[in-house]
């Protein structure tokens, strides 16, 4: 069974920092990238970032470029977003997506920047 969990969201002040985290399992076959989507209410789906596991090629929105950083995990199927210098505008739902041949989606953590 396909799994992907996502962890690490929460509330935090504009300028303040957070960590996801984002583990899969259960592939029959290679995850050729880990990616992070975000939704906003009332807004589209967007890619956030996203890395590609065997050559480490990251790939970044840019509204998030210098702010944000994807990482792998010792294993393949795990990534990381450190996200620095948060603003109102990061508030979210952060979902990961592991992408094979098909694409797998976690439920999402949300991410929600206030004062």
């Known amino acids: 069974e396909v799994k992907v969990v996502e962890s690490g969201g929460g509330l935090v002040h504009p300028g303040g920092s957070l960590r996801l985290s984002c583990e899969a399992s259960?592939?029959?076959?290679?995850?050729?990238?880990m990616n992070w989507f975000r939704q906003a209410p009332g807004k589209e789906r967007e890619l956030v970032a996203r890395i590609f596991p065997v050559s480490g090629t990251t790939n970044y929105a840019d509204s998030v470029k210098g702010r944000f950083t994807i990482s792998r995990g010792n294993g393949r199927n795990t990534a990381y977003l450190e996200m620095n210098n948060l603003k109102p505008e990061d508030t979210a739902m952060y979902i990961c997506?592991?992408?094979?041949?098909?694409?797998?989606w976690g439920q999402g953590t949300q991410v929600t920047v206030s004062s």
């Open positions: 259960g592939f029959s076959n290679s995850v050729l990238s």
């Open positions: 997506c592991a992408r094979t041949t098909n694409d797998y």
